[in-house]
């Protein structure tokens, strides 16, 4: 159905929670498929799931906010792989903390993996793309990227860099055959990054993801898989007229 089969992709955090969801929906689909993450042991193990079902996949240990990091994570997948027609940027942290009390480490920190990372990531990827005048990127930004959320500032500024970075970037590109779409997620839950959110919000007396989930118009939350899917629509023919967009995956919470 998506045109997927024999594609090469490079997904980023794969080894938990979103990416770990989107790795194994672009295999299922007929990717071969490239993890990287800091976590090794999970990024193998993720890998392995992959090939038990049936799927190929690589990896390579790395941070994304380090550029020799991505350099040589990049080298070793595209050894692997061959051409890389897909990234999925959806390595991120999330630091809960209000502006004024956020430390400088946080700050830096959500920067350097959530908007640096995706730099890094594509200028080692994207110029392949180009010179073939195929491809596809996928960045993983968030609703709060799109509208200011209190205790979430310095998470909601990087995301709202990838929102804009996306549009960029799909402008600069989009003549050279390459599309630069985003998807941005609402309340998902089964992730490390939830998971770790959680504890923080329930220090900061924040209510629980069950209590918030009663707002969302669709009355539950989010996982994975509904994310997976709106990022294997991004990256196959069947958005190949869309680029420089941000697609909400919310269950209506955000629909701009």
């Given at each position: ?93 999330c630091k809960v903390g209000k502006i004024l009390e956020t430390s400088e480490e946080d700050w830096y920190a959500t920067f350097g993996i959530n ?142």
């Amino acid at each position: 159905m998506y045109g997927l089969q024999g594609k090469k992709a490079i997904v980023t955090g794969a080894a938990h929670g979103i990416g770990k969801a989107i790795a194994a929906r672009l295999a299922a689909e007929g990717c071969e498929v490239g993890i990287f993450d800091l976590d090794k042991a999970a990024a193998e193990a993720t890998g392995r799931a992959i090939t038990a079902s049936g799927g190929k996949a690589f990896v390579a240990s790395g941070d994304v906010s380090s550029k020799p990091d991505v350099v040589a994570g990049v080298a070793a997948l595209t050894k692997a792989l061959g051409q890389v027609d897909i990234l999925v940027n959806n390595a991120g942290i999330c630091k809960v903390g209000k502006i004024l009390e956020t430390s400088e480490e946080d700050w830096y920190a959500t920067f350097g993996i959530n908007v640096n990372g995706m730099f890094h990531m594509i200028r080692q990827v994207a110029p392949g793309m180009m010179q073939r005048r195929s491809g596809a990127v996928v960045n993983l930004a968030s609703w709060m990227g799109k509208s200011g959320v209190a205790a979430y500032g310095a998470y909601c500024a990087s995301k709202f860099a990838v929102v804009s970075l996306t549009q960029s970037l799909a402008c600069e590109i989009g003549e050279h055959g390459v599309r630069v779409n985003a998807v941005a997620p609402g309340l998902i839950v089964d992730t490390k990054m939830r998971d770790e959110s959680e504890m923080k919000r329930a220090q900061e007396g924040l209510p629980a993801a069950a209590e918030r989930a009663k707002s969302i118009p669709m009355r539950r939350a989010g996982l994975p898989v509904d994310v997976a899917n709106a990022v294997l629509f991004l990256a196959s023919d069947q958005a190949a007229y869309i680029t420089g967009e941000t697609i909400s995956v919310t269950g209506g919470i955000w629909n701009d």
